[in-house]
Structures are given as structure tokens and as C-alpha cells.
């Protein structure tokens, strides 16, 4: 019930296609949806993030879409530039029997210019 | 650069040793977060501070402990140290007790030797 799924694992993209990343959540008590983006030796960075009473989030080229019934949320990335390549990281945060920010398992993104 | 400063940098001691992490929140932020990132497991939420109260725990080890003093700095002391806890540790700061957005710092890479 804690977990947060998140897919592909992996993805190669062409400069100026878009990227596509999806998470799956399982407790209806999170309430908070952000993205993460994280290059090699950094800290995550926030990107964007949503609420669950909102379907769809766009800050530039990073647009969240949000599926309250099927409890799946997704990150694109249009327009996707070489300098986007890293990991981007999902998480659901709640109070879930105690606050809790619980993450995905990350997608590494590449593209290629 | 979020605002956020952990020290040391890299870290690097023998097995059953005990070390301190530090770690400065954002001017005004009052939550402080500990994560642990590592290859086979990713990020974990570990534990978090609010204005020097306990107020969540996450996946912490009973030989890990975390207090925030009153000028809201945290210190995070991992003891009796394994192999397997060797990783990143992050601190990220909040304005807000109940999550919201959380602003990383740059990592203490941990390695246990």
C-alpha cells in the first residue's frame, strides 16, 4: 500500500520528441504528487508537482497529468533537449499512519541530440 | 543551488565506526528530512524534524538516530556501521510540517569500508 511504481526503468529519446514517465500509487491518503529531477551528484531538484484535486499541471515544457480514479500520474517532458538527460524521480506524499513521502524507483532519461 | 548545506561531502570509515551527518535547512524552513539513496533500494525516507519535534519515521535503522537543534540545523548519527550502509544520504527542508515541497541539499556520500 506504500509503494509508488514507476516506469519505463530506462528511456532514450530523440531531441525535440517527448518524453513520457509513469507512476502508480496505491494509498488514496497521499495527497501530494511531485517530480523530481536529479543529475550525477546532485540532490534531487523539484520539477513540478500536482494535487490530487487538479487533472493536469503544465509549467513550460513539463506538463503532469493526474488520474485520481485509476491512481496513476505522469510526467512529459515536450520538446526534450539533451540537457534534460537525468533521472527523474516520482513521489507521493501523505499521512499515511504517519507523514510520509514515498518514492518511485526512477527513470533514467537520455537524449540524444 | 537550493539553500540546503550538508557537511562532510564524502565521508569514508571502517565497519562498527559511528559518524555524525550535518545538515543546514533553507533560511525559514522548519521541517528538515533524511533520505538514504542507494543503488539496489533508492531514495528512502528515513526520518523527519519539526522545529526540533519528531514528526515522522520512516525506514530508519534502530542504530541510526536524528535531532534538530534550535537554530534548526540537523544531525543525523549512523553507528555500528555496515557494509550495506554505505550510499547517499540526503537532507531536504520544508517551510511547512506536512510535506509540500521539499528542497534537497547536495548529499553526504557515505562509504563504508
Known amino acids: 500500500q506504500q509503494q509508488v511504481k514507476q516506469s519505463p526503468q530506462s528511456l532514450i529519446v530523440q531531441k525535440g520528441g517527448i518524453s513520457i514517465i509513469n507512476c502508480a500509487y496505491e494509498?488514496?491518503?497521499?495527497?501530494?504528487f511531485p517530480w523530481y529531477q536529479q543529475f550525477p551528484g546532485k540532490g534531487p531538484a523539484l520539477l513540478i508537482a500536482?494535487?490530487?484535486?487538479?487533472s493536469e499541471k503544465k509549467e513550460g515544457r513539463f506538463t503532469i497529468s493526474f488520474n485520481k480514479s485509476a491512481k496513476q500520474f505522469s510526467l512529459h517532458i515536450m520538446d526534450s533537449q539533451p540537457g534534460d538527460s537525468a533521472t527523474y524521480f516520482c513521489?507521493?506524499?501523505?499521512?499515511?499512519?504517519?507523514?510520509?513521502?514515498?518514492f518511485g524507483a526512477g527513470t533514467r532519461l537520455f537524449v540524444k541530440a | 543551488d537550493s539553500g540546503v548545506t550538508q557537511t562532510p561531502k564524502h565521508l569514508i570509515t571502517a565497519t562498527g565506526q559511528r559518524v555524525t551527518l550535518r545538515c543546514s535547512p533553507r533560511s525559514g524552513d522548519l521541517s528538515v528530512y533524511w533520505y538514504q539513496q542507494s543503488l539496489d533500494q533508492g531514495l528512502q525516507f528515513l526520518i523527519q524534524?519539526?522545529?526540533?519535534?519528531?514528526?515522522a519515521k520512516g525506514n530508519i535503522l534502530e542504530r541510526f538516530s536524528a535531532q534538530q537543534f534550535p537554530d534548526l540545523h540537523s544531525e543525523l548519527n549512523l553507528s555500528s556501521l555496515e557494509l550495506g550502509d554505505s550510499a547517499l544520504y540526503f537532507c531536504?527542508?520544508?517551510?511547512?510540517?506536512?510535506?509540500?515541497?521539499?528542497?534537497f541539499g547536495p548529499g553526504t556520500r557515505l562509504t563504508v569500508t
Open positions: 500536482i494535487r490530487p484535486d487538479v
Open positions: 531536504a527542508s520544508s517551510v511547512v510540517a506536512g510535506g509540500g515541497e521539499q528542497y
Open positions: 513521489a507521493a506524499q501523505g499521512d499515511t499512519g504517519g507523514f510520509k513521502t514515498i
Open positions: 524534524y519539526y522545529n526540533g519535534e519528531e514528526r
Open positions: 494509498n488514496t491518503a497521499f495527497d501530494y
